[in-house]
Protein backbone atom coordinates (compact mmCIF):
# COMPACT_ATOMS: atom_id res chain seq x y z
CA UNK A 1 0.00 0.00 0.00
CA UNK A 2 1.54 3.21 -0.47
CA UNK A 3 1.69 5.97 1.83
CA UNK A 4 -0.63 8.63 2.75
CA UNK A 5 -0.35 11.73 1.21
CA UNK A 6 -0.15 15.28 2.36
CA UNK A 7 -0.05 18.67 0.58
CA UNK A 8 2.09 21.53 2.20
CA UNK A 9 1.21 24.94 1.43
CA UNK A 10 3.09 27.11 3.78
CA UNK A 11 1.89 30.16 2.74
CA UNK A 12 3.37 33.36 3.41
CA UNK A 13 5.02 35.21 6.29
CA UNK A 14 5.52 32.71 9.35
CA UNK A 15 3.25 30.24 7.67
CA UNK A 16 6.78 28.89 5.98
CA UNK A 17 8.57 29.60 9.66
CA UNK A 18 6.49 27.56 11.65
CA UNK A 19 5.93 25.21 9.05
CA UNK A 20 9.47 24.04 8.25
CA UNK A 21 9.01 22.42 12.05
CA UNK A 22 5.95 20.75 11.37
CA UNK A 23 8.38 19.15 8.08
CA UNK A 24 10.97 18.41 10.24
CA UNK A 25 8.24 16.41 12.70
CA UNK A 26 6.95 14.58 9.83
CA UNK A 27 9.92 13.08 8.93
CA UNK A 28 10.59 11.90 12.30
CA UNK A 29 7.02 10.18 12.16
CA UNK A 30 8.92 8.05 8.89
CA UNK A 31 12.36 7.36 10.63
CA UNK A 32 11.05 6.58 14.42
CA UNK A 33 7.33 5.33 14.18
CA UNK A 34 7.70 3.79 10.76
CA UNK A 35 4.83 6.22 9.85
CA UNK A 36 5.94 7.79 6.14
CA UNK A 37 3.84 9.86 4.33
CA UNK A 38 4.30 11.10 0.90
CA UNK A 39 4.53 15.24 1.20
CA UNK A 40 4.80 17.42 -1.82
CA UNK A 41 4.79 21.03 -1.32
CA UNK A 42 3.26 23.95 -3.36
CA UNK A 43 2.24 27.78 -3.18
CA UNK A 44 -1.02 29.83 -1.63
CA UNK A 45 -1.27 33.26 -0.99
CA UNK A 46 0.63 35.89 -1.62
CA UNK A 47 3.31 33.25 -2.42
CA UNK A 48 1.01 32.02 -5.12
CA UNK A 49 0.17 35.27 -6.17
CA UNK A 50 4.27 36.69 -6.59
CA UNK A 51 4.70 33.09 -9.04
CA UNK A 52 0.90 32.90 -11.08
CA UNK A 53 -0.77 36.61 -10.32
CA UNK A 54 -3.80 34.36 -8.26
CA UNK A 55 -3.48 33.51 -4.77
CA UNK A 56 -4.29 29.60 -5.86
CA UNK A 57 -3.24 28.04 -9.15
CA UNK A 58 -6.09 25.61 -10.23
CA UNK A 59 -2.99 22.72 -10.44
CA UNK A 60 -2.62 23.44 -6.71
CA UNK A 61 -6.55 23.42 -6.17
CA UNK A 62 -6.12 19.83 -8.00
CA UNK A 63 -3.61 18.37 -6.52
CA UNK A 64 -5.64 19.51 -2.42
CA UNK A 65 -8.68 17.29 -4.32
CA UNK A 66 -5.92 14.21 -4.61
CA UNK A 67 -4.30 14.11 -1.27
CA UNK A 68 -5.25 12.79 2.22
CA UNK A 69 -4.92 15.89 4.09
CA UNK A 70 -3.72 19.59 3.22
CA UNK A 71 -1.58 21.69 5.57
CA UNK A 72 -1.70 24.63 5.34
CA UNK A 73 0.86 27.24 7.32
CA UNK A 74 -0.96 30.92 6.74
CA UNK A 75 -1.84 33.71 3.90
CA UNK A 76 -1.59 37.40 3.73
CA UNK A 77 0.43 40.46 4.33
CA UNK A 78 1.00 44.40 4.11
CA UNK A 79 2.39 43.36 1.05
CA UNK A 80 -0.62 42.29 -0.66
CA UNK A 81 -3.08 44.60 0.96
CA UNK A 82 -3.50 47.32 -2.43
CA UNK A 83 -4.22 43.90 -4.51
CA UNK A 84 -7.69 43.48 -6.51
CA UNK A 85 -10.29 41.49 -3.78
CA UNK A 86 -10.26 38.98 -6.12
CA UNK A 87 -7.07 38.27 -5.75
CA UNK A 88 -5.70 38.91 -2.15
CA UNK A 89 -4.13 36.07 -0.60
CA UNK A 90 -6.82 35.37 1.78
CA UNK A 91 -8.80 34.53 -1.28
CA UNK A 92 -6.99 31.31 -1.81
CA UNK A 93 -7.54 29.89 1.59
CA UNK A 94 -11.50 30.60 1.18
CA UNK A 95 -11.10 28.85 -2.35
CA UNK A 96 -9.37 25.76 -0.67
CA UNK A 97 -12.40 25.52 1.88
CA UNK A 98 -15.17 26.14 -0.37
CA UNK A 99 -14.33 23.70 -3.24
CA UNK A 100 -12.97 21.19 -0.63
CA UNK A 101 -16.40 22.10 0.91
CA UNK A 102 -14.90 21.99 4.55
CA UNK A 103 -17.94 22.66 6.17
CA UNK A 104 -16.69 21.73 9.77
CA UNK A 105 -14.04 23.63 11.21
CA UNK A 106 -12.62 22.26 14.52
CA UNK A 107 -10.85 25.14 16.73
CA UNK A 108 -9.95 23.34 20.30
CA UNK A 109 -9.03 25.73 22.82
CA UNK A 110 -6.77 23.94 25.89
CA UNK A 111 -5.21 25.65 28.31
CA UNK A 112 -1.97 23.55 28.99
CA UNK A 113 -1.67 23.56 32.76
CA UNK A 114 2.25 25.50 32.31
CA UNK A 115 0.75 28.42 30.31
CA UNK A 116 -2.34 28.96 32.92
CA UNK A 117 -0.43 32.34 33.88
CA UNK A 118 0.08 33.68 30.85
CA UNK A 119 -3.85 34.04 29.57
CA UNK A 120 -5.43 37.57 29.89
CA UNK A 121 -7.61 35.57 32.36
CA UNK A 122 -7.13 35.05 36.01
CA UNK A 123 -5.53 31.79 36.18
CA UNK A 124 -8.16 29.94 38.01
CA UNK A 125 -10.55 30.88 35.18
CA UNK A 126 -8.44 28.89 32.85
CA UNK A 127 -6.20 26.13 34.45
CA UNK A 128 -7.74 22.65 32.84
CA UNK A 129 -9.97 24.72 30.14
CA UNK A 130 -10.60 22.36 27.10
CA UNK A 131 -13.02 23.59 24.60
CA UNK A 132 -13.82 22.95 21.12
CA UNK A 133 -15.52 25.18 18.41
CA UNK A 134 -16.94 24.01 15.70
CA UNK A 135 -17.29 26.68 12.70
CA UNK A 136 -19.36 26.10 10.06
CA UNK A 137 -16.85 27.55 7.49
CA UNK A 138 -18.73 27.20 4.08
CA UNK A 139 -21.04 29.20 3.60
CA UNK A 140 -23.22 32.42 5.83
CA UNK A 141 -22.01 35.84 5.09
CA UNK A 142 -18.58 34.51 3.88
CA UNK A 143 -19.76 33.54 0.88
CA UNK A 144 -23.75 34.52 0.16
CA UNK A 145 -24.71 36.10 -2.53
CA UNK A 146 -25.39 39.51 -3.62
CA UNK A 147 -22.11 40.65 -2.52
CA UNK A 148 -19.98 43.24 -4.06
CA UNK A 149 -19.54 47.10 -3.84
CA UNK A 150 -22.56 48.38 -5.82
CA UNK A 151 -23.48 52.24 -6.69
CA UNK A 152 -26.32 53.44 -5.08
CA UNK A 153 -28.09 56.82 -6.07
CA UNK A 154 -24.59 58.75 -5.79
CA UNK A 155 -22.60 57.30 -3.21
CA UNK A 156 -21.39 53.17 -3.51
CA UNK A 157 -22.58 50.53 -0.91
CA UNK A 158 -20.91 47.57 0.31
CA UNK A 159 -23.09 44.16 0.26
CA UNK A 160 -22.58 40.96 1.89
CA UNK A 161 -25.09 38.53 2.72
CA UNK A 162 -25.89 35.95 5.59
CA UNK A 163 -27.36 33.01 4.01
CA UNK A 164 -27.94 29.70 5.23
CA UNK A 165 -30.00 26.49 4.17
CA UNK A 166 -31.31 24.12 6.23
CA UNK A 167 -28.82 21.57 4.84
CA UNK A 168 -25.48 23.54 5.22
CA UNK A 169 -26.70 23.80 9.07
CA UNK A 170 -27.96 20.24 9.80
CA UNK A 171 -24.39 19.00 8.93
CA UNK A 172 -22.41 21.52 10.59
CA UNK A 173 -25.06 20.63 13.96
CA UNK A 174 -24.48 17.26 13.34
CA UNK A 175 -20.41 17.08 13.08
CA UNK A 176 -20.76 18.92 16.68
CA UNK A 177 -22.64 16.63 18.12
CA UNK A 178 -21.12 13.77 17.06
CA UNK A 179 -18.26 15.59 18.86
CA UNK A 180 -19.94 16.33 21.97
CA UNK A 181 -20.81 12.41 21.98
CA UNK A 182 -17.17 11.31 22.51
CA UNK A 183 -16.50 14.29 24.87
CA UNK A 184 -18.57 15.70 27.69
CA UNK A 185 -21.80 15.38 26.12
CA UNK A 186 -22.85 19.16 25.99
CA UNK A 187 -23.18 21.57 23.37
CA UNK A 188 -24.05 25.10 23.29
CA UNK A 189 -24.78 26.58 20.14
CA UNK A 190 -24.69 30.39 19.10
CA UNK A 191 -26.33 32.49 17.03
CA UNK A 192 -28.23 36.21 16.80
CA UNK A 193 -32.12 34.39 16.54
CA UNK A 194 -33.31 37.60 18.36
CA UNK A 195 -32.47 39.60 15.17
CA UNK A 196 -31.52 37.34 12.23
CA UNK A 197 -33.75 35.03 10.42
CA UNK A 198 -30.81 33.08 9.44
CA UNK A 199 -30.48 32.69 13.28
CA UNK A 200 -33.87 31.84 14.11
CA UNK A 201 -33.45 29.04 10.98
CA UNK A 202 -29.95 27.94 12.45
CA UNK A 203 -31.84 27.30 16.16
CA UNK A 204 -34.90 25.60 14.65
CA UNK A 205 -32.05 22.82 12.59
CA UNK A 206 -30.05 22.55 15.70
CA UNK A 207 -33.04 21.59 18.18
CA UNK A 208 -34.39 19.07 15.44
CA UNK A 209 -30.20 17.49 14.90
CA UNK A 210 -30.59 17.22 18.68
CA UNK A 211 -33.44 14.60 18.36
CA UNK A 212 -31.12 12.01 17.13
CA UNK A 213 -28.64 12.99 20.22
CA UNK A 214 -30.67 12.90 23.23
CA UNK A 215 -27.94 12.20 25.59
CA UNK A 216 -25.92 15.46 24.72
CA UNK A 217 -26.88 18.64 27.18
CA UNK A 218 -27.94 21.44 24.38
CA UNK A 219 -27.94 24.82 25.33
CA UNK A 220 -28.50 27.83 23.38
CA UNK A 221 -27.24 31.29 23.70
CA UNK A 222 -26.96 34.67 21.75
CA UNK A 223 -23.28 34.88 20.27
CA UNK A 224 -22.78 38.50 21.86
CA UNK A 225 -23.47 36.87 24.92
CA UNK A 226 -21.35 33.82 24.07
CA UNK A 227 -18.46 36.35 23.36
CA UNK A 228 -19.16 37.77 26.95
CA UNK A 229 -19.21 34.06 28.55
CA UNK A 230 -16.27 32.80 27.21
CA UNK A 231 -14.34 35.58 28.90
CA UNK A 232 -16.39 35.75 31.88
CA UNK A 233 -16.05 31.68 32.81
CA UNK A 234 -15.18 29.68 29.89
CA UNK A 235 -15.08 26.69 31.88
CA UNK A 236 -19.12 26.30 31.18
CA UNK A 237 -18.29 25.17 28.14
CA UNK A 238 -17.09 22.18 26.31
CA UNK A 239 -18.22 21.96 22.65
CA UNK A 240 -19.72 25.24 20.80
CA UNK A 241 -21.02 25.51 17.52
CA UNK A 242 -21.59 28.49 15.24
CA UNK A 243 -21.40 29.75 11.78
CA UNK A 244 -18.51 31.07 9.51
CA UNK A 245 -18.72 34.51 11.05
CA UNK A 246 -19.50 34.33 14.57
CA UNK A 247 -16.86 31.48 14.22
CA UNK A 248 -14.24 33.54 12.94
CA UNK A 249 -14.52 36.09 16.44
CA UNK A 250 -15.01 33.50 19.20
CA UNK A 251 -11.97 31.49 18.18
CA UNK A 252 -9.84 34.33 18.18
CA UNK A 253 -11.33 35.23 21.66
CA UNK A 254 -10.74 31.71 22.73
CA UNK A 255 -7.56 31.60 21.88
CA UNK A 256 -6.23 34.49 24.30
CA UNK A 257 -8.00 31.84 27.33
CA UNK A 258 -5.15 29.84 26.49
CA UNK A 259 -2.09 32.27 26.37
CA UNK A 260 -1.53 33.08 22.92
CA UNK A 261 -2.52 32.89 19.65
CA UNK A 262 0.45 31.05 18.75
CA UNK A 263 -0.96 28.32 20.33
CA UNK A 264 -4.14 27.32 18.56
CA UNK A 265 -4.78 24.50 15.76
CA UNK A 266 -7.36 23.73 13.54
CA UNK A 267 -8.81 21.24 11.26
CA UNK A 268 -11.57 21.83 8.66
CA UNK A 269 -13.05 18.52 7.60
CA UNK A 270 -15.53 17.57 4.51
CA UNK A 271 -17.12 14.52 4.05
CA UNK A 272 -15.80 11.24 3.58
CA UNK A 273 -13.58 10.79 0.30
CA UNK A 274 -13.59 7.33 -1.40
CA UNK A 275 -10.37 5.67 0.84
CA UNK A 276 -13.21 6.92 3.83
CA UNK A 277 -10.74 9.46 5.29
CA UNK A 278 -12.75 13.05 5.72
CA UNK A 279 -11.43 15.63 2.80
CA UNK A 280 -9.32 17.41 5.45
CA UNK A 281 -7.02 20.54 5.61
CA UNK A 282 -5.24 21.39 9.04
CA UNK A 283 -4.29 24.88 10.04
CA UNK A 284 -3.16 27.06 12.86
CA UNK A 285 -6.04 29.67 13.69
CA UNK A 286 -3.46 32.51 13.33
CA UNK A 287 -2.14 34.37 10.62
CA UNK A 288 0.81 35.57 8.98
CA UNK A 289 1.95 37.69 11.70
CA UNK A 290 3.75 40.47 9.50
CA UNK A 291 4.84 41.84 12.79
CA UNK A 292 7.43 39.32 13.59
CA UNK A 293 8.21 37.63 10.13
CA UNK A 294 11.64 36.93 9.73
CA UNK A 295 12.77 37.33 13.29
CA UNK A 296 12.39 33.46 14.20
CA UNK A 297 10.26 34.41 17.00
CA UNK A 298 6.99 32.66 15.55
CA UNK A 299 5.35 30.12 17.65
CA UNK A 300 5.52 26.99 15.56
CA UNK A 301 3.05 24.66 18.75
CA UNK A 302 -0.30 25.62 16.56
CA UNK A 303 0.94 24.24 13.28
CA UNK A 304 2.62 21.58 15.04
CA UNK A 305 -0.90 20.70 16.77
CA UNK A 306 -2.68 21.23 13.57
CA UNK A 307 -0.19 18.28 12.60
CA UNK A 308 -1.39 16.21 15.35
CA UNK A 309 -4.94 16.84 14.41
CA UNK A 310 -4.04 15.21 11.02
CA UNK A 311 -2.82 12.39 12.46
CA UNK A 312 -6.07 11.97 14.74
CA UNK A 313 -8.98 12.74 12.06
CA UNK A 314 -7.44 11.85 8.40
CA UNK A 315 -4.52 9.05 9.41
CA UNK A 316 -6.63 7.51 12.55
CA UNK A 317 -3.21 7.78 14.76
CA UNK A 318 -4.74 8.71 17.74
CA UNK A 319 -2.24 7.24 20.00
CA UNK A 320 0.69 9.36 17.63
CA UNK A 321 -1.55 12.37 17.86
CA UNK A 322 -1.49 11.77 21.92
CA UNK A 323 1.88 11.03 21.71
CA UNK A 324 2.88 14.77 20.15
CA UNK A 325 0.13 16.28 22.25
CA UNK A 326 1.97 15.18 24.89
CA UNK A 327 5.47 15.97 23.61
CA UNK A 328 4.45 19.44 23.08
CA UNK A 329 2.82 19.42 26.53
CA UNK A 330 6.06 18.13 28.18
CA UNK A 331 8.00 21.19 26.30
CA UNK A 332 5.90 24.08 28.27
CA UNK A 333 6.44 21.99 31.45
CA UNK A 334 9.93 22.45 31.24
CA UNK A 335 9.78 26.58 30.65
CA UNK A 336 10.79 26.39 27.01
CA UNK A 337 8.72 29.52 25.55
CA UNK A 338 8.87 31.76 22.37
CA UNK A 339 8.78 35.29 22.57
CA UNK A 340 4.78 35.35 22.29
CA UNK A 341 4.53 33.12 26.14
CA UNK A 342 6.88 35.14 27.78
CA UNK A 343 6.03 36.96 31.43
CA UNK A 344 7.92 34.67 33.93
CA UNK A 345 11.07 36.32 35.09
CA UNK A 346 14.11 35.82 33.85
CA UNK A 347 13.22 33.48 30.88
CA UNK A 348 14.83 33.82 27.24
CA UNK A 349 12.66 33.00 24.36
CA UNK A 350 13.91 30.13 22.39
CA UNK A 351 13.24 30.44 18.64
CA UNK A 352 10.85 29.13 16.06
CA UNK A 353 13.36 26.35 15.29
CA UNK A 354 14.75 26.01 18.94
CA UNK A 355 10.88 25.17 20.11
CA UNK A 356 11.03 22.52 17.04
CA UNK A 357 14.33 21.19 18.55
CA UNK A 358 12.48 20.88 22.04
CA UNK A 359 9.15 18.99 20.53
CA UNK A 360 11.84 16.97 18.63
CA UNK A 361 13.40 16.02 21.81
CA UNK A 362 10.60 15.03 23.59
CA UNK A 363 9.14 12.82 20.95
CA UNK A 364 12.78 10.68 21.26
CA UNK A 365 12.39 10.69 24.81
CA UNK A 366 8.64 9.20 24.55
CA UNK A 367 10.24 6.08 22.62
P1 LIG B 1 -2.23 37.36 12.94
O1 LIG B 1 -2.83 36.13 13.52
O2 LIG B 1 -1.31 37.19 11.81
O3 LIG B 1 -1.45 38.16 14.10
C1 LIG B 1 -2.08 38.70 15.26
C2 LIG B 1 -1.04 38.87 16.38
O4 LIG B 1 -0.69 37.59 16.93
C3 LIG B 1 0.28 39.49 15.91
O5 LIG B 1 0.78 40.33 16.90
C4 LIG B 1 1.19 38.31 15.72
O6 LIG B 1 2.57 38.58 15.87
C5 LIG B 1 0.70 37.35 16.79
N1 LIG B 1 0.89 35.96 16.38
C6 LIG B 1 0.13 35.28 15.49
N2 LIG B 1 0.61 34.04 15.32
C7 LIG B 1 1.69 33.93 16.11
C8 LIG B 1 2.63 32.87 16.36
N3 LIG B 1 2.54 31.67 15.77
N4 LIG B 1 3.64 33.10 17.23
C9 LIG B 1 3.75 34.29 17.86
N5 LIG B 1 2.89 35.33 17.67
C10 LIG B 1 1.88 35.14 16.79
O7 LIG B 1 -3.44 38.30 12.55
P2 LIG B 1 -3.47 39.70 11.75
O8 LIG B 1 -2.27 40.48 12.11
O9 LIG B 1 -4.81 40.22 11.96
O10 LIG B 1 -3.37 39.29 10.23
C11 LIG B 1 -2.18 39.30 9.47
C12 LIG B 1 -2.44 38.68 8.10
O11 LIG B 1 -2.76 37.30 8.26
C13 LIG B 1 -3.64 39.30 7.37
O12 LIG B 1 -3.31 39.37 6.01
C14 LIG B 1 -4.77 38.32 7.60
O13 LIG B 1 -5.75 38.31 6.59
C15 LIG B 1 -4.01 37.01 7.62
N6 LIG B 1 -4.65 35.92 8.34
C16 LIG B 1 -4.51 34.70 7.79
C17 LIG B 1 -5.03 33.61 8.44
C18 LIG B 1 -4.83 32.27 7.83
O14 LIG B 1 -4.03 32.14 6.93
N7 LIG B 1 -5.52 31.25 8.28
C19 LIG B 1 -5.66 33.75 9.68
C20 LIG B 1 -5.78 35.03 10.23
C21 LIG B 1 -5.25 36.13 9.55
C1 LIG C 1 -9.16 32.45 9.92
C2 LIG C 1 -8.85 33.72 9.14
C3 LIG C 1 -9.56 33.67 7.80
C4 LIG C 1 -11.06 33.76 8.05
C5 LIG C 1 -9.13 34.72 6.77
C6 LIG C 1 -7.65 34.82 6.63
C7 LIG C 1 -9.75 34.42 5.44
O1 LIG C 1 -9.17 34.84 9.89
O2 LIG C 1 -8.93 31.36 9.39
O3 LIG C 1 -9.58 32.55 11.07
O4 LIG C 1 -11.60 34.87 8.19
O5 LIG C 1 -11.69 32.71 8.08
MN1 LIG D 1 -9.70 34.38 11.96
Known amino acids: MSNPSILILPGDGIGPEVMAQVTRIIDWYGEKRDLAFDVSTDLVGGAAYDAHGVPLHDDTM ?68 DIMIVRELTSGVYFGEPRGIFNEGNERV ?12 ERAARSAFELAMVRNKKLCSMEKANVMESGILWREVVTRVHADYPEVELSHMYADNGAMQLVRAPKQFDVIVTDNLFGDILSDCAAMLTGSLGMLPSASLGAPMDNGRPRAMYEPVHGSAPDITGQAKANPIACILSFAMALRYSFAEGAEADRLEAAVESVLADGVRTADLLGEEGVTPVSTSEMGDAVLAALDASL
Do not use: H, W
Not at 158 to 169: A, K, L, P, V
Open 158 to 169: GINTQRYTESEI
Open 62 to 129: AKAMEVDAVLLGAVGGPKYDDLDFSVKPERGLLRLRKEMDLFSNLRPAQCFDALADFSSLKKELVAGL
